[in-house]
């Protein structure tokens, strides 16, 4: 568990889908839809704004009975976005997002934006490791390995 989330960036990929605080919901809305994500990352002026997720459409727009065709990503998008380094591990980022409720955290190195971790990123990972422990046990007790 004290590997550094920069590996599951590796083996994910960087790509992180941005949106400027300008558009509508409805627009964002649709660009995570294609996307077939449930975080988009806000940028205006190069820095991160804010973050939108799945959670703000259900939380803000809809229990706010806000117009998505008509309101702007600035006005229910998440702000004061927690992030963490390349070298945080996997330990680290289960503990934040269990103490801070959250479900992606973006990856920043040097103030660049190098990737975005989700809750289901470190399952996936522990899940591997576990099976990848498992499957190794099973091969030393029945002798699996050679001598």
Known sequence: MDTPVSALIERKGSDV???ASTITIAEAVAEMNRKRIGCIVVIDDGKIAGIFTERDVLSRVVGGDLNPKTVRVSEVMSRNVLS???DTTVEQTMVIFAEKKCRHLPVIDHGQLKGLVSIGD????V???SRAEADHLKNYITG???T
């Open 122 to 125: 470190i399952s996936r990972w």
């Open 17 to 19: 889908f941005a949106v």
């Open 84 to 86: 963490i380094t390349p």
């Open 127 to 129: 899940a591997d490791v």
């Open 144 to 146: 699996g390995f050679p």
